[in-house]
């Protein structure tokens, strides 16, 4: 599913985000990347939706080579990989459904579809109710629950959860893994990138464990201290 093979990224003018990284992630599974800050988790993001251009090596999303992808190409490959961060990023000014459908409508589906579709994400996320609701007026973990909402919009194979509970308290981080989990149960392929280990002990999946740039650990049904 997805591939890092001998990554390298470089900021000028000699700062080495990730070194000689491989790793491959197979189609449904579930995996935490964990990290203190500047480990190289979020640069890895980043080379994984074309953000960022590795220095050298092949990042390989099924089956494709992203590393040398044109730029009218990354809008197909990012409709395949939902992306939630910590900050939410909604649109205070829109509803709940406006918010979710806006992810639709620049890319040109038509209203009966979004009517169809918003509905059944957030149901998903368990958020049918407040479709009419602004951010503001919900909890920060019913804004997360949104924020991922809206990135399963596209059915995405993949979803990347970049440091998604880092605003939240524990009980709304637990729900928010939950949901993941729960995603993941339904056959897509999760990400979860964090620096917290809490937040991945109760998880009981693959961790892969980052530091300076470098994969090193890999262990599956793992808890671990940083």
């Known amino acids: 599913m997805i591939h890092f093979k001998g990554i390298n990224k470089i900021y000028p003018p000699d700062t080495a985000a990730v070194k000689d990284l491989t790793l491959h992630i197979k189609p449904k599974e579930f995996v935490s990347i964990i990290g203190r800050s ?7 993001v980043k080379l994984l939706t074309a953000e960022e251009r590795s220095t050298n090596g092949k990042v390989v999303v099924g089956g494709v080579d992203i590393t040398s992808i044109r730029q ?78 809206r990135a399963l919009i596209h059915r995405p194979k993949v979803l990347i959860a970049d440091e998604p509970t880092g605003n939240l308290d524990e009980i709304n981080a637990k729900e928010i893994t ?38 090193v650990s890999d262990k599956r049904h793992a808890m671990y201290d940083l």
């Open 38 to 44: 500047g480990a190289g988790k979020s640069t890895l």
């Open 72 to 149: 009218n190409q990354i809008p197909s490959l990012r409709r395949q990989i939902g992306v939630v961060y910590q900050d939410f990023r909604l649109l205070r000014n829109k509803t709940i459904f406006e918010n979710i459908a806006f992810a639709l409508q620049v890319c040109g589906v038509a209203p009966a579809r979004i009517r169809d579709v918003v509905p059944q994400v957030l149901k998903i996320v368990g958020l049918p109710d407040k479709a009419d609701r602004y951010p503001q007026q919900l909890s920060g973990g019913e804004q997360q629950r949104v924020a991922i909402a």
């Open 178 to 215: 939950d949901l993941l989990l729960k995603i993941n149960e339904f056959g897509t392929t999760v990400i979860l990138v964090s620096h917290d280990r809490h937040v991945v002990d109760g998880i009981k999946k693959r961790v892969v464990v980052m530091e300076d740039g470098k994969v």
